[in-house]
């Protein structure tokens, strides 16, 4: 079975500090991995996708993430925080020939002035 | 903005009230799903339909009835519910037949209250 594991529940940063949110999966085939944001009382929005083209794949609003098969990691980036930033982020797999996701736990950003 | 909407926004019921919630995405997708999310949690999976069929049950209580009457449209009918199930349903969608690499699409989502 695929899951994926957010290794932090909470990261806080100040505006215009870098952000490193951790993703690690168990896959035993290659996964297709996404990055969503969710803003308080809001659908969620697709940073990215993983789609095995590139390892390093950018997104919207500057995050990028790195697909890392040795570590069997997607940690998500940016290089700079900004306080529109602040959201929970979720870390989700496709399993092979299925439809549904598999979130992970969350990990919630927030921005200091 | 968000190209999957949904209808409506808030909804605050009783336990013996019948309410419809509504969803509506013009991509073409064939795949349309019905996500339910309490605070602080992740999306839990309820249903999925392919091509107006449903393919997915989540195991989810009777008092929940999703229904799919083209491919833009998804409903869920709700009835006798518990307070145990206000939170916010999503509904999403995607294309079918792409790969596993299809993302879904999110709507906005609709906050239920039971009284």
């Known amino acids: 079975a695929q899951s994926v594991t957010q290794l932090d529940s909470h990261v806080s940063v100040s505006e215009g500090t870098p952000v490193l949110l951790r993703c690690n999966y168990s896959s035993s085939y290659s996964p297709s991995l996404f990055w969503y944001v969710q803003h308080p009382n809001k659908g969620l929005q697709l940073l990215l996708k993983y789609t095995s083209a590139a390892t390093l794949v950018k997104g919207i609003n500057g995050f990028e993430a790195e697909f890392k098969k040795s570590e069997t990691s997607f940690h998500l980036t940016k290089p700079s925080a900004h306080m529109s930033d602040a959201a929970e982020y979720f870390c989700?797999?496709?399993?092979?020939?299925?439809?549904?996701?598999?979130f992970g736990s969350g990990t919630r950003l927030q921005v200091q002035p | 903005d968000t190209e999957v909407t949904q209808t409506p926004k808030h909804l605050v019921m009783g336990m013996t009230n019948k309410k419809s919630l509504k969803c509506e995405q013009h991509?073409?997708?064939?795949?349309m799903y019905w996500y339910k999310q309490k605070a602080k949690k992740p999306p839990e999976l309820m249903f999925v339909y392919s091509y107006e069929k449903l393919s997915i049950n989540e195991s989810v209580p009777s008092r929940f009835s999703p229904e799919c009457p083209n491919s833009s449209l998804l409903n869920l009918h709700l009835h006798a519910l518990q307070p145990e199930d206000s939170a916010l349903y999503l509904c999403a969608s995607s294309q079918e037949g792409t790969g596993n690499n299809s993302p879904l699409h999110f709507g906005n989502g609709t906050r239920l209250t039971v009284t």
């Open positions: 991509m073409g997708h064939r795949a």
């Open positions: 989700v797999v496709r399993p092979p020939g299925r439809r549904a996701l598999t």
